[in-house]
């Protein structure tokens, strides 16, 4: 991405002026005849994402009115890029408590465009970022901007080959370890259930495990494990076209993986990773798994397989169980996993599942204060019943008198989760509508807060 968070500038900056509701009055009483026409003419309020530009009388852009509304945000800053032409501007004015890194920060995840399929549009706007280190707020911004890329490219260039590619090149830039189990390969290497969900796409679309390693012996490991369905079709529980059209994002839990660990080999974390992604598509064909099917798994639990169309949960559950043959001291898992959790919470705010109270502490802690927005859900123990089956030791679609599908999904999980602290997140990693600074198409959804955690409790 071309950088839109400048460190010095040889062009004059425009100023923004960043208002709250409460502010925006006083200040424009004092403001010149200029801005207070174009405030009027704009009925500029300092409403959140309002924003107007005031022409000096020359009609050069002379500075910038923005609205933070009533309790500032710094995400509030991530509509502002929308509102402003081409140039180069800086935040001469904000409320007390918001910081530079955050704004910057904001500014850059707003200007993000998925532009791979189409010819390049105007001139992005830059912003001259003054008190905050640059490279941490582009390497962050970067970051979000890998998995927002994954997500939006579409499964006929995003497959598990290129999941794998993307993989690798993360691992040689930060000089970090990579293999890959593929195909037939993933039953010699007892990845049975990744095996048997992928095993019906084409052979140049093989399933495989990947695993990057990364870190200095003797530092605390953090497993990451993502969900890389790059396509899913629902597999012979075959989803209707609605529900099939967006399918091409269901690999976004791989995608949040990566780039999360990108963010920590960046920063040169003191710990040690362990990135751990099953990248398949669910696809049709005669090989394709069947309802009724009984599945073995790495853990050594046997799986009646419901649906067809539960097949996230089957891979993560050998990749977790990888993740606890390496004793991580901390697993994340990321998954686009459940319509049930949109359901409950809809498309803006992740839940998240761990059993450990410190944890769970953590990480919203640093989510509210990285406005990452997330909530915590109930690993309801209750629950567990529907996960029994007549003829396994568990089964992916759980009954239905249980109702809670996203919280039984992550029992499901927890049950082949490594010992000690574990969370699951379950991403939509999608913006459903259009709006400024968000738009519609694939969305980083919790991993800026979480990089803020890790890097508190690995001090």
Not at 180 to 198: D, I, K, M, Q, R
Request: proline fraction near 6%; hydrophobic fraction near 50%; charged fraction near 20%.
């Amino acid at each position: 991405m071309s950088e839109v968070i400048l460190e010095a500038s040889a062009d004059a900056a425009i100023p923004v002026h960043a208002l709250t509701e409460a502010d925006a009055a006083g200040v424009l009483a004092a403001a010149s005849a200029l801005a207070r026409g174009a405030a009027r003419l704009a009925d500029f309020k300092g409403k959140a994402g309002q924003a107007v530009t005031v022409l000096s009388a020359d009609g050069a852009p002379e500075q910038v009115l923005f609205g933070l509304g009533g309790e500032p945000d710094p995400m509030t800053f991530r509509a502002l890029p929308a509102k402003l032409s081409g140039g180069t501007y800086r935040i001469a004015t904000t409320p007390a408590g918001l910081r530079p890194d955050q704004i910057a920060l904001a500014f850059a995840l707003g200007s993000y465009r998925f532009d791979r399929y189409k010819a390049h549009g105007a001139e992005r706007p830059k912003l001259l970022a003054e008190g905050c280190d640059v490279a941490e707020v582009r390497h962050l911004a970067h970051a979000c901007a890998l998995a927002r890329d994954m997500v939006n490219t579409p499964a006929n260039d995003m497959g598990p080959l290129q999941v794998e590619t993307i993989a690798r090149e993360i691992a040689e830039q930060y000089a970090a370890q990579i293999t890959v189990v593929t195909g037939e390969g993933l039953l010699e290497a007892n990845y049975p259930a990744v095996h048997a969900v992928g095993r019906a796409a084409v052979a140049e679309r093989a399933p495989r495990m990947i695993e990057i390693s990364w870190g200095q012996a003797g530092a605390p490991l953090v497993a990451l494990v993502g969900k890389g369905v790059v396509f899913d079709t629902g597999g012979l529980d075959i989803k209707p076209s609605a529900g099939m059209r967006l399918m091409k994002k269901d690999m976004g839990g791989a995608a949040h993986a990566l780039a999360l660990a990108r963010m920590v080999m960046h920063a040169q974390l003191p710990v040690r990773l362990a990135v751990l992604v099953p990248a398949v598509e669910n696809a049709i064909s005669g090989d394709a798994m069947r309802p009724g099917d009984v599945l073995a798994s790495r853990k050594g639990i046997s799986i009646e397989v419901g649906n067809t169309d539960a097949e996230g949960r089957l891979i993560l559950a050998d990749a977790l169980t990888r993740a606890g043959e390496l004793e991580p001291a901390l697993t994340l898992d990321f998954a686009t996993l459940t319509g049930a959790a949109r359901v409950a919470l809809g498309p803006q705010l992740p839940p998240f599942y761990t059993d450990d109270e410190g944890l769970a502490g953590q990480i919203e802690a640093h989510a509210r204060a990285a406005s990452d927005p997330l909530w915590r859900m109930p690993l309801w123990k209750g629950y567990v019943d529907a996960l029994d089956s007549d003829v396994a030791e568990i089964k992916n679609d759980p009954d239905g008198w249980a109702q809670a599908g996203s919280v039984t999904a992550a029992l499901f999980l927890q049950r082949f989760a490594p010992a000690g602290p574990w969370a699951h997140f379950d991403i939509f990693a999608w913006n459903p509508r259009n709006r400024p600074g968000w738009p519609a198409g694939a969305e980083a959804q919790v991993i800026r807060g979480l990089y803020a955690m890790l890097r508190e409790r690995f001090a």
